[in-house]
């Protein structure tokens, strides 16, 4: 255990950045979920309102710093190519 009243209020931040990170990314997490299941029902509407609220949330995980720019925007890209798809293919 720390033992200076500074590494002491380390240990502190730490504990409660940690879940802070960790609520950030479970919420993450399960928005992806919700967003592939959307997919699998092959429902275009709802797919298409998932996703606004799925980059929604990668956007804001960015800001967090929960995940890379270039993470967020590999993810948006691959889901909206399957939106898309989804779209194309009920048309």
Known sequence: MANHVS???RS???IAKTAVNRSNKSKLRGTLRM???AL???DVKAAAEQY???ASVLDKSV???V???NTASRYKSR???RVKALATKAA
């Open 12 to 14: 502190k931040q730490t």
């Open 35 to 37: 967003m592939r299941e």
């Open 7 to 9: 590494s002491l209020k």
């Open 40 to 42: 699998l029902k092959g």
């Open 67 to 69: 995940l890379h720019d």
């Open 79 to 81: 889901l909206n190519a």
């Open 63 to 65: 800001q967090k710093g």
């Open 52 to 54: 606004r609220t799925t």
